[in-house]
Nanobody
């Protein structure tokens, strides 16, 4: 069973940047789409970005142009570079691994992903 550990969250001001990391152990990520999701209190986990096994990416409209997802398969790690942060980006951010290998980018539902990490808190003050 692969284990994912997110890191890099913190408290920043609006307009600042953060880089989140998701490191995997106990399994490989190279054949899987990886996704970043976020959750705020009282809401369901929402899709943020995903990167396919071949490097293709997809973003939620709310973060397009500000966030960049990338992966480094040799390090079994996925990143989320977040620029121009806004207060509405405040959430706990999670990474997840697609439950099937070589899945398509249309797989963006929370239920398509498994092996969730514990999450990392991002707080953006205005």
């Amino acid at each position: 069973q692969v284990q994912l550990v997110e890191s890099g969250g913190g408290l920043v001001q609006a307009g600042d940047s953060l880089r989140l990391s998701c490191a995997a152990s106990g399994g490989t990520l190279s054949s899987r789409t990886m996704g970043w999701f976020r959750r705020t209190p009282g809401k369901e986990r929402e899709f943020v970005a995903s990167i396919k096994w071949n490097g293709n990416t997809y973003y939620a409209e709310s973060v397009k142009g500000r966030f960049t997802i990338s992966r480094e398969n040799a390090k079994n790690t996925v990143y989320l570079q977040m620029n121009s942060l806004k207060p509405e980006d405040t959430a706990v951010y999670y990474c997840g691994r697609d439950s099937i290998a070589y899945g398509s980018l249309s797989r963006r539902s929370e239920t398509d992903f498994d092996s969730w990490g514990q999450g990392t808190q991002v707080t953006v003050s205005s």
